[in-house]
Nanobody, 115 residues
Framework: QVQLVESGGGLVQPGGSLRLSCAAS????????MGWYRQAPGKQRDLVAT???????DVSDSVKGRFTISRDNAKNTVTLRMNSLKPEDTAVYYC?????????WGQGTQVTVSS
């Protein structure tokens, strides 16, 4: 079993920055892809960014140039740095990891961008 603990969400003004972190623990030998998805009210859950163990990233066009994903393989953590935040970035952000062919999800952290 794998547990994910997310942190770093909150309220920020447009143009501001936030950093989301996610730490994985439990029965982990090695983690494959790590990433972040988000879900706004009434909408489906969408990809924000993913990163492989080798550091290859896949970033949604909607956040490209503003958000950066990184990971620390030794600590089993993944971080999402969000800059130039817009009201449309408001959503619940979910961390996800792939371990032994199975996906695990965090509980979600709310990000609200509003003046």
């Amino acid at each position: 079993q794998v547990q994910l603990v997310e942190s770093g969400g909150g309220l920020v003004q447009p143009g501001g920055s936030l950093r989301l972190s996610c730490a994985a623990s439990g029965s982990i030998f090695s983690i494959g892809v790590m990433g972040w998805y988000r879900q706004a009210p009434g909408k489906q859950r969408d990809l924000v960014a993913t990163i492989t163990s080798g550091g290859r990233t896949d970033v949604s066009d909607s956040v490209k140039g503003r958000f950066t994903i990184s990971r620390d393989n030794a600590k089993n953590t993944v971080t999402l740095r969000m800059n130039s935040l817009k009201p449309e970035d408001t959503a619940v952000y979910y961390c996800t990891v792939r371990v032994a062919g199975r996906s695990y999800w965090g509980q979600g952290t709310q990000v609200t961008v509003s003046s």
